[in-house]
């Protein structure tokens, strides 16, 4: 993942609470955006970017939810911490169903609300990393022959290579020689790696022989 400072959006209709929760974020040392609506949020925001989202859950045409919902749709997993000054619990618990990062009622604690904020950027942090990892790994798969993706998925379900052979109508030499190819370009050490990034990279396992 490239270094890229994050940023903290905050969305709010209310200039004064917008104002005031991008100065505690300052004063946090953290880089802050600020949207008086959701609209104005997404017209702006490039998928790339990372960090938080600081979200009021009620806002005039498009709710705090409504981007979270529109957010999750694009398939945008920004980590997003809402704030409410109504408390409301269904709402709340709605959200975090949804994967809100955390979810503070105003007036807002400004303590609790940097360490939502610091552990929604870690959390932004981690899911990027998993996708870079994930796409690497699809990558590599990618360089695979037809043959030897038969090869990986007897290797995820755990077969043996005379299994394997006997499976694909060939000799145990030759699945040795297909499954080293397999580790060499998957850039594995051990079968157990192998097994890992396959499974991650959602690779199925070959059907039982009956």
Do not use: W
């Amino acid at each position: 993942m490239k270094d890229q400072t994050p940023i903290v959006f905050v969305v709010d209709d209310e200039a004064s609470v917008r104002e005031a929760v991008a100065r505690l974020m300052r004063s946090a040392g953290l880089t802050v955006r600020t949207f008086a609506s959701s609209k104005e949020f997404l017209n702006a925001y490039q998928p790339e970017t990372h960090g938080c989202a600081i979200l009021d859950i009620a806002m005039p045409e498009i709710s705090g939810l409504e981007l979270q919902q529109a957010l999750a749709q694009a398939d945008i997993a920004l980590p997003i911490v809402f704030l409410t000054g109504r408390g409301d619990i269904p709402i709340s618990v709605r959200a975090m169903k949804q994967g809100a990062a955390d979810f503070l009622t105003k007036p807002i604690d400004g303590d609790e609300l940097i360490a939502a904020v610091r552990a929604a950027i870690a959390r932004d942090v981690d899911v990027c990393k998993a996708r870079i990892e994930r796409a690497g790994i699809r990558r590599r798969l990618a360089t695979l022959t037809a043959r030897e993706r038969e090869v990986l998925e007897h290797v995820v379900a755990g077969k043996l290579n005379k299994q394997t052979a006997a499976d694909l109508g060939t000799v145990e030499k030759t699945i040795k020689v297909h499954r080293a190819r397999v580790m060499q370009k998957m850039d594995v050490q051990s079968l157990a790696e192998l097994v890992r990034l396959s499974e991650s990279a959602g690779v199925t396992p070959c059907a039982a022989t009956p």
